[in-house]
């Protein structure tokens, strides 16, 4: 919300710059003390695997989730804690020793209920969510939460140097090891997370402003795709139709929107971590790509099509977008439309589908 308590898609298109941070970026006691809470908890989590673990070396522990990937809103947000456990040597030891390492990890729940936060109280819900455990980070004064999942995973990467992509090999064995969508995302946090970290700040405030449209002004009872979908689209059209560090919020929100509401059209991926060259790969790649629309691949884990067109009310989602063009933030002084970013038009596609808007993105 804006200072006046006006939501930032009905105010002037001039004042959304000024105005874009208020409601976004995440600077509460959750942010302020969740990195030190969660070095305390990474030693204890070590040593449930006999100091055989590895915990991922991020400017804190292992965080992943919007929180690490620095676009968590004000207010609540999501954070992933990833331990890569050496007694997990493939794929199938994660699958099958998973459920054994969160029975142990539960007791270290029980007694981190105990153990006070200055200015946060911890809050252990129903474990429901199979793989993972989690608990929130509440504050005092009950007004911000961050949902903390602790997640088991195999080190399926290793040590990378920056910049340098995974051997073809990685995926690979990924591919062959029957998991399903999505199944081990985890084990690619490190990818996921630097994906979006390494992006200008003013794209981020875009992301972040998507997000509080999202999250605040679609009222839908029925599902609707996960945030990190529009987190990647928001991505895919500043790419596709800007990529510059200085442009107008206001145009790439309008954007953003316009692709929304194409989304039958949509079929996204990246070829920073994986591609089509090699054989396994790209195989795989091509049969993802024939997925029911729209499709947005994660760009570490091919595995994962967070856009996933049949399992989420996106039609939904395309009329919210198509009522919000409307409002004062998209009309420029004169009363004319603000345009968005050229570039993300439809044209027929290489694999003799329908038209379907541009999609392949090299780096």
Same mark, same amino acid.
Not at 32 to 60: H, N, Q
Not at 125 to 136: D, I, K, R
């Given at each position: ?39 305390? $908890?990474?030693?204890? !989590? ?5 100091? =055989?673990?590895? @915990?991922?070396?991020?400017? *804190?522990? /292992?965080? +992943?989730?919007?929180?690490? $990937?620095?676009?968590? !809103? ?5 954070? =992933?804690?990833? @331990?890569?456990?050496?007694? *997990?040597? /493939?794929? +199938?030891?994660?699958?099958? $020793? ?266």
């Amino acid at each position: 919300m804006t200072p006046e308590g006006l939501p930032c898609w009905v105010i002037p298109t001039k004042s959304v710059s000024r105005h874009c941070q208020s409601p976004a970026r995440d600077t509460t006691a959750c942010s302020r003390e969740l990195p030190s809470a969660c070095s305390r $908890r990474s030693v204890e !989590l070590v040593d449930v695997s006999g100091g =055989e673990s590895r @915990i991922l070396p991020l400017p *804190f522990p /292992s965080q +992943e989730g919007s929180f690490g $990937r620095g676009t968590a !809103l004000r207010g609540g947000c999501d954070s =992933e804690l990833v @331990i890569f456990f050496g007694c *997990f040597e /493939s794929y +199938e030891d994660q699958r099958g $020793r998973r459920a054994e390492i969160l029975q142990e990890m539960q007791g270290l729940l029980d007694a981190w209920c105990q153990d006070r936060i200055p200015g946060l109280r911890l809050q252990f819900p129903e474990q429901n969510m199979p793989g993972v455990l989690w608990f929130q980070l509440v504050s005092e004064d009950l007004e911000n939460w961050m949902d903390v999942k602790l997640v088991p995973a195999f080190d399926a990467l290793g040590t990378l140097s920056p910049g340098i992509k995974p051997k073809p090999e990685v995926y690979a064995t990924l591919l062959n090891s029957g998991c399903q969508g999505g199944e081990h995302a985890a084990c690619f946090a490190e990818l996921r997370r630097n994906f979006v970290n390494t992006r200008p700040v003013k794209l981020k405030n875009l992301i972040l402003l998507v997000k509080h449209w999202f999250q605040t002004g679609v009222l839908c009872l029925r599902p609707l795709p996960p945030v990190y979908a529009l987190e990647l689209l928001t991505i895919f059209a500043w790419e596709r139709g800007c990529g510059k560090d200085a442009f107008s919020l206001a145009q790439g929100f309008r954007s953003v929107l316009g692709l929304i509401q194409q989304y039958q059209g949509l079929r996204v991926f990246w070829t920073v971590n994986y591609s089509l060259e090699d054989p396994t790969v790209g195989d795989f790649l091509r049969r993802q790509l024939e997925r029911p629309r729209p499709v947005i691949l994660d760009p570490a884990d091919p595995t994962w099509d967070v856009g996933s067109g049949t399992a989420w009310h996106w039609d939904v989602l395309a009329q919210e977008a198509r009522t919000c063009c409307h409002h004062p933030c998209f009309l420029e002084a004169a009363g004319s439309p603000v345009q968005p970013w050229e570039g993300l038009v439809s044209f027929p596609g290489p694999l003799g589908l329908a038209p379907y808007l541009c999609v392949l993105v090299y780096f």
